[in-house]
């Protein structure tokens, strides 16, 4: 059921720049030759919904792109349960097409990532909100038996042979049951994947070999030094924290502390990864808390996305790390060393 893979740009773009969109900034040039080490490496980044590619590890993934890393979003659920959460955008018009339009958002903010694409095409559970919440909608992705929902994934790890995987962690990084169901069906594809004698229905039967990817990392995008460090420096600089009420409201978790393994440095795409932010424009309000943190002070206050390596294969050496590749082997990448 897995789709053929949307190539990387350039892509048809039939939307009009989002309202509000800042200019894209051109990727900056790749240093003459390209940058060296990166040749053959191949990163696969399993989202929930579309948009959520460009709000967790956007910009580190947008520079992996720039150094000539092969990369593909797998993106599992079409996005269908998302309210319109841009003011500017909600209007029956806009309603009667939500999912051709998430789609064409999607296909925007690929180009401006620099990165192919694919759909699981699992249909999206929504976020149950209420006291008790309502029942989740039958067929709906987080229902979906776990062999039936790794099934497409499997078979897009054994196509594409990515080297290294990133997810959600178990908590999904928030509860949504989307999210939760995208980091068990990493997790099972990046255990099952290599081995021949699981999914064979979308290994040898199908003309596939096995293939196992040697790391498998968590988003930490909301973690509490970085949350911390944005409230202090928009302080400092005598603005309001859209922070405040989130850190009162925080709850340290015993389970939270040590998660940090990995920090990415990749401040110089930031205005890229909120280019493709504000591409999903049904999803994104220009006006909101995303964007009240200017750039330049998120450069100094916290120039990079991190992550939690999950599992490893490979020997990384001491930890933390600053590069998801450390330790992939030449002799894995299919290139001459
Ligand atoms: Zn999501």
């Given amino acids: 059921m897995a789709a053929s893979h949307d190539a990387a740009p350039p892509v048809a773009q039939p939307l009009a720049p989002p309202v509000g969109a800042p200019p894209i900034t051109p990727p900056l040039a790749p240093p003459p030759g390209g940058v060296p080490g990166r040749a053959g490496l191949r990163l696969m980044a399993v989202h929930a919904h579309p948009d959520d590619e460009s709000s967790k590890g956007a910009a580190s993934m947008a520079r992996y792109a720039h150094e000539g890393v092969e990369i593909l979003v797998v993106t599992c659920t079409g996005g269908e349960a998302g309210s319109i959460l841009n003011p500017a955008m909600d209007t029956p018009e806009v309603r009667a ?33 209420g006291d008790p919440p309502p029942p989740l909608p039958e067929g709906c992705f987080a229902l979906t038996p776990l062999a039936d929902a790794a099934r497409p994934l499997v078979r897009l790890v054994r196509e594409f042979r990515p080297h290294v995987i990133t997810t959600y962690d178990e908590k999904g990084g928030y509860p949504h049951p989307d999210h939760i169901m995208t ?13 021949p004698d699981r999914y064979p229905e979308v290994g040898a039967a199908a003309g596939l ?25 928009m302080l400092d600089a005598g603005l309001d924290s859209p922070y405040t009420e989130r850190l009162d409201a925080w709850i340290d978790r015993a389970e939270d502390t040590g998660r940090l ?36 002070l998120q450069r100094a206050a ?29 002799s894995a990448r299919g290139v001459a060393a």
């Fill in 183 to 195: 980091h068990r069906i990493s997790v099972e594809a990046f255990e099952a994947a290599g081995d």
């Fill in 302 to 330: 916290w120039p990079t996305e991190d992550y939690q390596l999950a599992r490893s294969l490979v020997e990384v050496g001491t930890l933390p790390e600053d590069d998801l590749f450390v330790g992939i082997p030449v």
């Fill in 97 to 129: 097409q939500m999912p051709g339009l998430r789609r064409q958002e999607m296909a925007r903010a690929r180009g401006i990532l620099g990165v192919g694409q694919t759909w699981l095409g699992f249909v999206d559970s929504g976020l149950p909100e």
């Fill in 261 to 296: 393994t990995t920090s990415v440095e990749c401040a110089d795409w930031f205005p890229t990864r909120d280019a493709a932010l504000l591409a999903h424009a049904t999803q994104v309000d220009p006006k909101g808390a995303w964007f009240r943190v200017p750039l330049d």
């Fill in 209 to 233: 070999a096995p293939w196992q990817p040697l790391k498998l990392y968590y988003h930490l995008t909301f973690h509490k030094r970085r949350i911390l460090a944005l409230h202090q420096a």
